[in-house]
């Protein structure tokens, strides 16, 4: 159980996630991405007289096992595999984020800024909030998330994958360097 409870180095966890890509295309030439599953539901539960609900959803229900894949494989990790302790972080980063009332490194995210608790503070509302919807509709509006344009996109050479990787790192270049920084003072 050691080798699951541990980081896998770079050079192991890339190429097993670089061959999905290929894995996929050649076994039934679907693309990776989660961001479309939330149409996909939407389309099966609520067949409403909406264009955009409006195609073969049971043509992308491999989508559908591959998200509750994931959210159990969540569960089972969460219920099975021991929280690994404090997580370390660079020392720079730590003394950046103390200025910020960040101190609490015992989980995989920071309680103070993730946590019922922090939902209720205007920080919270703006990060988990309204930093949620600007995720799920950004990844909409651009036509897949990070992990469909960044790696089946560019994988598959298309060049609107590209920009909108390039957008995606811009974005978030300005978001961590200009606009963060404000909202952990509030």
Known sequence: MNWIN?????????????L??????????KTFGISSSLRHVCAACFPANVKFFKYNWKKEIWNLFF???????????????PNAGIVNIHP????????YGITDY???????????????TARGI????????????????????TSGHAISGISNLQLPSLIATCCFM???FIMTNAILPFILKL
């Open 6 to 18: 541990q980081p896998w180095p770079w050079y192991v966890a890339g190429p097993l996630l670089g």
């Open 20 to 29: 999905i890509v290929p894995a996929l295309l050649l076994i039934g030439n």
């Open 67 to 81: 998200v509750a894949g994931v959210s159990i494989g969540a569960l089972l990790t969460i219920s099975f595999i």
């Open 92 to 99: 720079e980063l730590a003394s950046d984020l103390t200025k």
């Open 106 to 120: 015992s989980g995989l995210i920071p309680s103070q800024l993730f946590s019922w608790d922090a939902l209720l």
């Open 126 to 145: 703006i990060m988990i909030v309204i930093g949620g919807f600007l995720v799920g509709f950004g990844s909409r509006y651009a036509g897949g998330c």
């Open 170 to 172: 811009i974005g978030g």
